[in-house]
């Protein structure tokens, strides 16, 4: 008999984004004529740079001639690519980063949940932040690692809570824990970390041996120059930390899929009788056994976002970005409510001072814009909202307009 695994029966209700586009679809339906703008799920609207495009073009004309015709690539990624990203996104900020640390994927969804797999099964302390991107916690209950659901909270896990009181940045907590998620600049709220902030991490983490994994996907919004763009700008962090970046929010990659996964070399983990395990021989492994690769127009087309061409475009596309937040920003100050993020990040973290999901029902029926209900990025994200400025200004500004009216 076929067992299933179990596990999927704990996670909990739907996927945030599916009950939202459930609530839109009926409220589409009963309202066919309504104009509905979307700053809900943090989707890419801009189209790709032209620096990129185009060596994506010249990229695919090669695969059609037998001269210059690629088959398989490395797994880990060309050497173009991981040699610019290690000299652009790394070393250039004075991080100690080498191309062969540096994991061409398809995406950091897939990495933040694959990593798991270099773990211990059970056992293992892990603590999440409140409120932040689902996907860390739903996979860790679809890989075992949590018990059941109680009251919006898996037992087994350690909650980060971001609030107000913390300026939703976590401190590390009291008790030791093995396995750290952070996520900065923050999803949902915006926040961004301090390197004050960051060393007290990796502080914990050595004093732990813990690990942290450092999802850095909205790093390119970061414009305050005090602000760590990386985990291995912290002292220390290279002997605690894996990073995670994108070009989904960096580049408008969403739909092309490319990001990569940095595994420094000594950074270790433990067999249960204390012998030192280093990470970067598994997770090669692992990368090279179950991932044939990006593919090589994809790949050509990231190097491109390092090229001066490509790093100048991919920077507006992010200002513009940046400004679409500012307004929303302003848009919500205006209206006397007290919101953060949107600074260093395309989301606008508000507070409702009600429940998440009602204010969401709120603003689509009476101003026809989706957000997204806080709640669904865990306890503390309740009584707020989150605010994508990935939109078209015009749209930006007319959804702006609709909120100050209804409410
Ligand atoms: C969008 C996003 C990612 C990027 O995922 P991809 O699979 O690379 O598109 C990763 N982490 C967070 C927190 C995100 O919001």
């Known amino acids: 008999m076929i067992l299933v695994n179990e596990n999927f029966s704990k996670l909990q209700a739907s996927y945030l984004f599916s009950e939202i586009a459930k609530r839109v679809r009926a409220y589409q339906e009963a309202t066919p004529d309504a104009a509905i703008i979307r700053l809900g799920i943090g989707d890419v609207t801009l189209p790709l740079a032209p620096a990129c495009l185009e060596a994506m073009h010249r990229a695919v004309d090669e695969l059609g ?16 690519l991981r040699e610019a990203i290690a000299q652009n996104d790394y070393q250039a900020r004075g991080c100690d980063i080498a191309p062969d ?62 609030t107000a009181a913390n300026g939703f940045v976590p401190a590390p907590p009291a008790e030791p824990v093995d396995l750290i998620y952070l996520c900065f ?41 005090a602000i760590p763009h990386s985990i291995y ?33 000594g950074l270790l983990a433990y067999a249960k009788d204390g012998t030192a395990v280093p990470l970067h021989p598994m997770w090669n492994r692992r990368h090279t056994t179950k991932f044939n690769g990006v593919s090589y127009p994809v790949q050509r087309a990231a190097e491109a976002v390092y090229s001066a061409d490509g790093a100048c475009q991919t920077t507006q596309q992010v200002d513009y970005y940046l400004g679409n937040a500012k307004l929303i920003r302003a848009g919500i100050r205006a209206l006397g409510l007290d919101c953060v993020g949107g600074d260093n990040s395309p989301y606008v973290w508000v507070n409702v001072r009600g429940d998440s999901w009602a204010f969401f029902d ?16 865990g306890k503390c994200g309740e009584g707020y909202i989150r605010i994508s400025a990935f939109n078209d200004r015009a749209k930006v500004q007319e959804a702006m307009g609709r909120i100050a009216q209804a409410l």
């Open 101 to 162: 640390e540096i994991f061409v994927s398809d995406g950091s969804k897939c990495d933040c949940a694959n990593i798991q797999e270099l773990f211990a099964g059970e056992g293992l302390r892990i603590a999440i932040p409140d409120p932040v991107y689902p996907v860390y916690v739903d996979t860790n209950v679809m890989a075992g690692r949590t018990g059941p659901a109680r009251d919006g909270r898996y037992d087994g896990l350690v909650y980060l809570e971001g």
């Open 233 to 265: 700008e912290i002292p220390g962090a290279r002997d605690c930390a894996i990073e995670f970046r994108s070009f989904s929010k960096k580049a408008g990659f969403t739909g092309v899929r490319c990001a990569f996964t940095v595994v420094p070399k």
């Open 65 to 80: 001639h037998s001269a210059t015709f690629r088959g398989y690539g490395p797994e880990q990624g060309y050497a173009f």
């Open 362 to 377: 709120r603003l689509l029926h009476a101003a026809q814009v989706v957000t997204t209900p806080g709640a669904g990025f």
């Open 185 to 225: 600049p923050n999803n949902p709220t915006g926040a961004v970390a301090t390197r004050e902030q960051l060393q007290a991490w990796v502080d914990y983490a050595r004093a732990n041996k813990a690990l942290i994994l450092f999802d850095a996907a909205y790093e390119a919004f970061i414009r305050d120059p």
